[in-house]
């Protein structure tokens, strides 16, 4: 079942050879097109340089892996890495000729792109807290990297109707918005055995739909059994003519939850006895061989400042592990960006002060663990040297934004951009967004939500109506109130209104300051969204655009 080295290696040989059909004019764009999504590789808006996505599975990255991946920034993408929403790097602004080099250095250093695009299994996210959360059942992400390798060269991936996701939640936060994946897996102990409820169908984009109980429980080690039929049933029923009803949530609408759960019991079933047997043992193998990062120095007890920006920093990053005298700490990029400099100086630090390795988050940022308490003040100053201190993660002013039509074909408005606005207004007006708690604003820049803004505490899509002036001008539709977890998503509120893509910054400011000034003592923001409601949280933004916005 695991893929060799020699595997890894032919693959990629096979792929540098149809790179070179194409350089060379015996591959026309269409016949490229599949070939290049197979391993990750975008066009971008310009049509002339390239996207590469890189999966990290789990977001786990080594101090040594990160060294690479800044190493080949340096060399082949304007020294600029993107962390995305389900834990992959993005590199921009690739040359088709630096393509092959970058993928076989990347698998010099263990990274694949295998399945990083395409109709495939994406890549395999887990909770960013595995491991060390306090509190949690068991950690998930051997789990994801036991999937990632069943399935990176299956036969049926990269031929399936569409493209496929699964996730592993843990934490409460639930850092990878399990349920909006394909598979999402929660983790359970039942009658003393480690295992995990199973949900089915998720997927957002302009239908979004949260995945559905399919199992409330079933042992660790089937995991790749269930796994597998769910595959198998996307493969055999997903639709092939219409891409736009390709996703498996599709699958679970047509034919109803009776008749889709029967249909997967029964491939659970066939698979069992087929290779039942072979997929437990080697899971168990992954899950057994698989070694957590070791802290490079013993815990002890971290500082207790009362102010000042170490203090801010100290409250809104960190996190106590459930190891004593050990501690997460989540470094803010902004917008998901990170410099070549900056991820190369960040991998010595966890050399130095934590166990030589990163997670990536579904927020857009990074967090490192392992940081003996004493030396959260050295690791601190090491970043704010790199300007990667910024308090407040995942706070208010830690938008998260897909990368829009700065990069992206299919965008239609610049997220980046919205978002750097918001982040400016909420500054200059809101003062301390501390007070305000996790909060999280996600902003995509078409449809497909690579933002996730379905499930943010404020949802922003992007829109392109025509104006009296017969121009096309940006616009943001608005959900409020979406939330994660295993029994509490809920995908947003609608807002009525299409706020003109400069107001946005203003409108934003005012819902989080009426939340701020109305809000019951301890009551988040989806809590606040269902007891005030959308009608008047609408008035709320209307009242602050310069320019009426129409209704839908």
């Known amino acids: 079942m695991r893929p060799t080295r020699g595997d890894m290696q032919a693959a990629l040989q096979a ?13 026309t764009d269409d016949q490229f097109r599949a070939i290049r999504l197979s391993h990750g590789l975008y066009y971008q808006l310009d049509h002339t340089s390239y996207m590469q996505r890189i999966k990290l599975p789990g977001g786990i990255v080594s101090a040594a892996q990160a060294d690479e991946l800044a190493a080949i920034a340096d060399d082949y993408a304007r020294s600029v890495l993107h962390v995305t929403t389900r834990q992959d790097i993005q590199l921009h602004w ?66 399936l109707p569409r493209k496929f996701k699964i996730g592993f939640g843990s934490c409460p936060y639930d850092c990878v918005q399990t349920r909006v994946n394909d598979i999402a897996f929660f983790p359970h102990i039942r009658d003393g055995r480690h295992g995990f409820s199973v949900y089915a169908g998720g997927g957002l984009g302009s239908q979004p739909l949260l995945a559905q109980l399919a199992r409330d429980f079933i ?36 034919l109803g939850a009776a008749r889709f759960l029967a249909e997967m019991d029964a491939l659970v079933e066939t698979v069992a006895a087929e290779q039942g047997d072979a997929l437990r043992a080697d899971l168990v193998e992954i899950v057994e061989s698989f070694k957590p990062a070791a802290p490079s120095l013993p815990g002890a007890p971290a500082p207790s400042p009362t102010d000042g920006p170490f203090a801010h920093w100290l409250r809104t990053n960190t996190f106590a592990q459930k190891q004593a005298g050990y501690y997460g700490a989540i470094v803010r990029l902004p917008l998901g960006d990170v410099t070549a400099a900056q991820l190369r100086a960040l991998a010595e630090l ?14 857009q940022n990074i967090m490192v663990p392992w940081v003996a308490g004493d030396r959260l003040q050295a690791f601190y100053d090491g970043i704010r040297a790199i300007e990667l201190a910024t308090p407040d993660a995942l706070h208010i002013t ?61 949802g922003l899509t992007g829109l392109s109506l025509k104006g009296a002036d017969g121009q096309h001008h940006s616009h943001y539709s608005m959900l409020l109130g979406g939330r994660v977890g295993e029994d509490a998503s809920a995908v947003g509120k609608r807002v009525p209104l299409r706020v003109p893509a400069t107001q946005v910054p203003k409108v934003v400011a005012a819902l989080a300051d009426e939340y701020r000034r109305t809000r019951l003592q301890g009551e988040r923001f989806p809590e606040f969204v269902d007891r005030v409601g959308v009608d008047r949280l609408t008035e709320v933004a209307k009242a602050v655009a310069e320019v009426p916005a129409p209704r839908l």
């Open 15 to 27: 792929h540098g050879s149809r790179i070179e059909r194409y350089r060379q004019g015996q591959l």
């Open 94 to 159: 690739v040359t088709i000729g630096d393509v092959l080099p970058i993928l076989e250095r990347l698998l010099a250093v263990g990274i694949s792109t295998r399945g990083a695009c395409s109709d495939a299994l994406r890549n395999v996210t887990a909770c960013s807290h595995s491991g060390v959360w306090s509190g949690e059942l068991f950690g998930v992400t051997p789990y994801a990297f036991a999937v990632d390798e069943y399935f990176r060269f299956h036969p049926l991936n990269l031929t």
């Open 219 to 254: 042992p660790a080690e089937d995991v790749l059994i269930v796994a597998e039929a769910l595959v198998r049933l996307h493969h055999r029923d997903g639709e092939r003519a219409n891409r736009r009803k390709a996703r498996l949530k599709y699958v679970f609408q047509r």
């Open 350 to 363: 966890t050399r130095r002060y934590g166990a030589g390795q990163l997670r990536t988050m579904n927020d």
């Open 398 to 458: 830690d938008v998260v934004a897909c990368p829009g039509a700065d990069f992206c074909s299919l965008a239609v408005s610049r997220s980046m951009s919205v978002a750097e606005a918001i982040r400016n207004e909420l500054l200059a007006t809101n003062g301390n967004v501390e007070s305000l708690g996790n909060f999280r604003i996600r902003i995509s820049g078409c449809p497909n939500s690579c933002g996730q803004h379905h499930v943010g505490d404020i």
